[in-house]
C-alpha cells in the first residue's frame, strides 16, 4: 500500500502540543498550565509509559523545581528523598583513587544543595502533577512526522503508524497514526531527537553555532549491603581506565534504601575505533577503591543514553515558525557539572512563558522569537556561559592539562566573569574524530565475571527492552555498500563496539562480512547516529511504546 493509498490520519486540534514527556516537556506543559487553566495542551511520548525511556545520573539540582513547583520538598509523593551529604571527586590510577580537596573546585561545582533519586520518577511525579491541571498525556505514540501548514510553519506532528510489517506493508492490525495539530509545537525529544534533527536541517537552526558534541553516559543501579552504604553520599572521577587523551569519567550516587547508581560516561570525540564505551564501563568497577561497594549486592537495573556536551557556543537557534525547541533537544547539558534536568526544565518554562504571552495575543503558528532572545540572559545561559570552554580545553589538551585549564576557567568565570581563553571552538562532529583502525591495536577487554562485570546482552536484559518483531528497522543505513567499505575495512567496525546493546554485528560470511542490525537489542541510546564515521546510521522512532522499559533510572 503506497502513501498515497493510507486512509487519511484523524486529527485532534490544541493549542499547544508538545513532543517529549522528559523534565523539558513536562515542566513547560505545568508552566502553561499555570499561566493559563484554559489552554488546550497534550504531550506525546513515545515510551510505553512515562519515565521508560529516561535515564539520567541523577544527581539534581532543585533550582527548576523551587521555580516551578516551590513546596515539592513538602510533597510526600515526590520520589527526592535524598540530599547530598558527603561530595567527593578523585583522580583514578589504575591501583589507586587520589581524593582532590573541595577547596580547589569552583563554588559551581558544589554539589551539597542537591537531591539524588531517579529521574524517570520524578517525571512520573510531574506527569501526575500536570494531568492534574488538565494536561493531555499519550504514552505510547512516537512522535513520528513533522506537520506544516501552507507557510511552512510547523502545525504539529503525527504519531507513526502501528502495525506495519518488516516488509514495510500494513498488517491486519495496522492502525493509522494520529495528527495532533497545535498553534504551537515544542520539541523535547531529548539527546538528538529524530525530528529536532529535521527541523533543524529544514530551518538551518545550527547556522551560526558550533557542531554539537556528544557523550555516552551508561548507568546501573544496585542494591548493595547495607553496612557499605553511605545515604547522600556522591563521588565523581575522571583519569583510568580511560587513557589521557579520551574523555570521560565515572559517578557513584548513594540514595534512598541501599541503592547505588553508578554509571560511566565517555565523550564521543573519542579517536580509538576499538574503544568500547561499555567495556570501559565494567572495567572502572573492578578498581580496588570500588570493587568492594558491589562485593555481595545486586545489580537491579541498566541503560544507557546519549549526553549533549556541546554546550553554550552548540545551542542552535532555538525557535522557528510554529515552534520552539527546549530541552536536550537542543543541549542544555553543564557538563562539569553533569547536570542538565534544572537546565531543561529551565527552558520549559521559558518557552512556556512566551508562548503563553503569544496565545494570550492571538497569535498561532508564528516564530516566537522572544524565547530565543532571551534564553542567553537567563538563568539557564548564564549557568551555561560559566563552563562554555571546558569540553573544548579538555578535548584539545586532554586530561591531565585540559582539566586542570577548565577548572582554571571556570574560577576566572566565576570571581571576574570573563575568560583569558575567549569562548573556544569544538572543531569539528564527533563522527569525523575516529582514526582508521590501522593506527591503534585492537583491545583485549576482560571477560566479565558476571559477578561486577557483566556483558551485553545480560545487561540489556536489565532494561527491559523489548520492540515488536515484525515491524520495519528503525536504525536506517543509507548506503550498506558504505559500511563495508569504510565502517569495516577502515574502521574495523566501531558500531559493534561504541553500541552499549549489542545491535550491530558484522557476520563473518566468508571473503563478504554482512552488517547485521539487531534492532531489537536497542535501548534507545542514539550513539549510533552520533558516531557512525559516515553518518551512515539514522535512528528514527520504532512503533511506539518499543524499546527500554527502566522502573527507576
Request: with cysteine.
Amino acid at each position: 500500500m503506497s502513501t498515497e493509498e493510507l486512509p487519511p490520519r484523524e486529527s485532534m486540534e490544541f493549542d499547544v502540543v508538545i513532543v517529549g514527556a522528559g523534565p523539558s516537556g513536562l515542566a513547560a506543559a505545568i508552566r502553561l498550565k499555570q499561566l493559563n487553566a484554559d489552554l488546550n495542551v497534550v504531550v506525546v511520548e513515545k515510551g510505553s509509559e512515562v519515565g521508560a525511556h529516561i535515564l539520567s545520573g541523577a544527581v539534581i539540582d532543585p533550582a527548576g523545581l523551587d521555580k516551578l513547583i516551590p513546596d515539592w520538598r513538602e510533597d510526600s509523593d515526590c520520589p527526592l528523598k535524598t540530599q547530598v551529604k558527603d561530595d567527593r571527586f578523585y583522580w583514578m590510577t589504575a591501583g589507586g583513587a587520589i581524593k582532590l580537596p573541595n577547596f580547589i573546585m569552583p563554588p559551581l561545582m558544589d554539589n551539597h544543595h542537591c537531591y539524588i533519586g531517579s529521574l524517570g520518577n520524578v517525571c512520573r511525579w510531574l506527569a501526575r502533577k500536570a494531568e492534574a491541571l488538565g494536561v493531555e498525556i499519550y504514552p505510547g505514540f512516537a512522535a513520528a512526522e513533522v506537520l506544516y501548514d501552507e507557510r511552512g510553519a510547523v502545525k504539529g506532528i503525527a504519531t507513526g503508524d502501528m502495525g506495519i510489517g518488516r516488509d514495510g506493508k500494513p498488517k491486519d492490525s495496522f492502525t493509522r497514526g494520529m495528527e495532533l495539530l497545535g498553534k504551537y509545537t515544542l520539541f523535547a525529544e531529548g539527546a538528538r531527537g529524530s525530528l529536532t534533527k529535521q527541523l533543524i536541517a529544514k530551518f538551518a537552526l545550527d547556522a551560526n553555532s558550533e557542531p554539537p558534541k556528544f557523550g555516552i553516559g551508561l548507568k546501573e543501579v544496585w542494591q548493595i549491603d547495607p553496612a557499605k552504604h553511605q545515604k547522600g553520599m556522591i563521588q565523581h572521577s575522571f583519569g583510568w581506565p580511560l587513557d589521557l587523551k579520551t574523555g570521560g569519567g565515572s559517578f557513584l550516587y548513594h540514595y534512598d534504601d541501599n541503592l547505588v547508581a553508578v554509571g560511566f560516561v565517555v565523550h564521543l570525540n573519542y579517536d580509538d575505533p576499538y574503544l568500547s564505551p561499555f567495556d570501559e564501563f565494567q572495567r572502572f568497577k573492578t578498581h580496588p577503591s570500588i570493587r568492594g561497594t558491589f562485593e555481595g549486592g545486586k545489580r537491579l537495573a541498566y541503560g544507557a543514553r546519549a549526553i549533549t556536551e556541546g554546550g553554550y557556543q552548540s545551542v542552535p537557534k532555538l525557535s522557528f515558525p510554529g515552534g520552539a525547541l527546549v530541552g536536550c533537544a537542543a543541549g542544555f547539558v553543564n557538563v562539569p557539572r553533569i547536570k542538565g534536568v534544572h537546565n531543561a526544565m529551565g527552558t520549559g518554562m521559558l518557552a512556556a512563558e512566551h508562548v503563553a504571552a503569544a496565545l494570550a495575543a492571538d497569535r498561532a503558528n508564528d516564530e516566537i522569537v522572544d524565547y530565543e532572545n532571551a534564553w542567553r540572559s537567563s538563568a539557564v545561559g548564564k549557568d551555561l556561559f560559566l563552563v562554555r570552554n571546558v569540553k573544548p580545553l579538555w578535548s584539545k589538551f586532554g586530561t591531565v592539562l585540559g582539566v586542570a585549564l577548565g577548572g582554571f576557567d571556570m574560577w576566572c568565570n566565576t570571581l571576574f566573569g570573563g575568560s583569558l581563553f575567549g569562548t573556544q571552538s569544538h572543531a569539528k562532529p564527533d563522527r569525523a574524530t575516529l582514526d582508521p583502525a590501522k593506527s591503534h591495536a585492537p583491545k583485549n577487554y576482560p571477560k566479565p565475571d558476571g559477578k561486577i562485570s557483566f556483558d551485553k546482552l545480560s545487561s540489556v536484559f536489565l532494561s527491559n527492552t523489548n520492540h515488536e518483531e515484525d515491524q520495519p528497522v528503525h536504525l536506517k543505513v543509507a548506503d550498506m555498500n558504505l559500511q563495508k567499505t569504510s565502517e569495516h575495512d577502515v574502521f574495523a567496525g566501531p558500531s559493534n563496539r561504541y553500541c552499549p546493546a549489542g545491535v550491530y554485528e558484522w557476520v563473518e560470511e566468508g571473503a563478504s562480512p554482512r552488517f547485521q542490525i539487531n534492532a531489537q537489542n536497542c535501548v534507545h541510546c542514539k550513539t549510533c547516529d552520533v558516531k557512525d564515521p559516515n553518518g551512515n546510521i539514522t535512528w528514527v522512532p520504532p512503533e511506539g511504546g518499543g524499546g527500554p522499559n527502566y522502573e527507576a533510572m
